[in-house]
T-cell receptor, first 114, second 114 residues
Framework: NAGVTQTPKFRVLKTGQSMTLLCAQD?????MYWYRQDPGMGLRLIHY???????AKGEVPDGYNVSRLKKQNFLLGLESAAPSQTSVYFC?????????????FGPGTRLLVL | GNSVTQMEGPVTLSEEAFLTINCTYT??????LFWYVQYPGEGLQLLLK?????DKGSNKGFEATYRKETTSFHLEKGSVQVSDSAVYFC?????????????FGSGTQLTVLP
């Protein structure tokens, strides 16, 4: 099993450009999450999904959109990138209520917005 | 709301020294508690967890006990190794709500010197 994978690993954008980050998991998990990690701030939840076709806002959703068209994939979109969105983005997945909360993380995508 | 407060780093120790990283939390209900570890350039990995009061989580020589009376989940290891150098995150998972969202502390950077 590959676990949780993320593409791309690294990307540089100019302000105003758009991009999509892809997360894929092969563990048949119901729940998927997108976090951003900034120095000294831990991880903050952007959006999450509790199943195929569902999405919900997390702590810092502004400037991002997500889609969960297939159970195994969770896409994070930036419609008009801003320098404040320079960060490391982590995707995670977990079982539903039976999983007692353990989340499995991808290796991260480093995004630089100039 | 839920919150996690971690001991500020960075922490630098010599090999074979004793490690404690403090973690306290605020949460409603009965959360599950976690320690995640992030090695340089990688995503987060679950180190250990505890799901109810007085439970002790342990893995790779690390231990943490869920103390409801002091709302704490301090991480300890009796003899650290150079390979333990990483960032350690304390996190909680609220027992209420459908999304099983994790709330993270800000992370503690540990460097172990030979």
């Amino acid at each position: 099993n590959a676990g949780v994978t993320q593409t791309p690993k690294f990307r540089v954008l100019k302000t105003g450009q758009s991009m999509t980050l892809l997360c894929a998991q092969d563990m048949n998990h119901e729940y998927m999450y997108w976090y951003r990690q900034d120095p000294g701030m831990g991880l903050r939840l952007i959006h999450y999904s509790v199943g195929e076709g569902t999405t919900a806002k997390g702590e810092v959703p502004d400037g991002y959109n997500v889609s969960r068209l297939k159970k195994q994939n969770f896409l994070l979109g930036l419609e008009s990138a801003a320098p404040s969105q320079t960060s490391v983005y982590f995707c995670a997945s977990s079982y539903g209520t039976s999983g007692r909360g353990t989340q499995y993380f991808g290796p991260g995508t480093r995004l630089l917005v100039l | 709301g839920n919150s996690v407060t971690q001991m500020e780093g960075p922490v630098t120790l010599s090999e074979e020294a004793f490690l404690t990283i403090n973690c306290t939390y605020t949460a409603t209900g009965y959360p599950s508690l976690f320690w995640y570890v992030q090695y340089p350039g990688e995503g987060l990995q679950l180190l250990l967890k505890a799901t109810k009061a007085d439970d002790k989580g342990s893995n790779k020589g690390f231990e943490a006990t869920y103390r409801k009376e002091t709302t704490s989940f301090h991480l300890e290891k009796g003899s650290v190794q150079v390979s333990d150098s990483a960032v350690y995150f304390c996190a909680l998972n609220a027992s209420s709500g459908s999304a099983r969202q994790l709330t993270f502390g800000s992370g503690t950077q540990l460097t172990v010197l030979p």
